[in-house]
């Protein structure tokens, strides 16, 4: 038979073990949604540059877009830089999330694109 002091150590090691293997699973759970996030942002990021290079559309300064897409609330920053060519642009879309439940926003994915001045055709 066990001895209460044996009981006691077997216990001890099993709870430590438990402890440790749920804090992996966690970490691994947390790895996942982080990845998942940041794979749903990189999405929109793609759409917004899509829609920008479709509209044929040429930004100056900084836009900021606000959209729900993926049942999640994104905020779309886009900034537009000069290139040595005066008729392509460098621009940067940052995607941020917004967390309901804090009420803030933080930043996920950025995407750089280069955007061509469309030439009006002229008859």
Excluded at 38 to 67: C, D, P, S
Excluded at 76 to 97: D, F, G, K, Y
Aim: proline share 2%; net charge negative; charged share 15%.
């Amino acid at each position: 038979g066990f001895t209460l002091l044996e009981v006691l150590v077997a216990l001890a090691i099993f709870a430590t073990t438990a402890l440790a293997l749920m804090k992996i699973g966690m970490n691994y759970t947390q790895s996942l949604m982080q990845n998942q996030l940041r794979t749903h942002a990189h999405f929109v990021a793609m759409n917004a540059a899509a829609e920008l290079q479709i509209a044929g559309k040429w930004i100056t300064g900084t836009e900021t877009l606000e959209r729900d897409e993926q049942g999640q609330k994104w905020k779309i920053q886009q900034t537009a830089h000069e290139t040595m060519s005066p008729n392509v642009q460098r621009i940067e879309i940052q995607v941020l999330h917004f967390d309901p439940e804090t009420e803030q926003t933080q930043g996920v994915t950025t995407l750089t694109l280069f955007n061509q001045r469309q030439m009006s055709s002229t008859p």
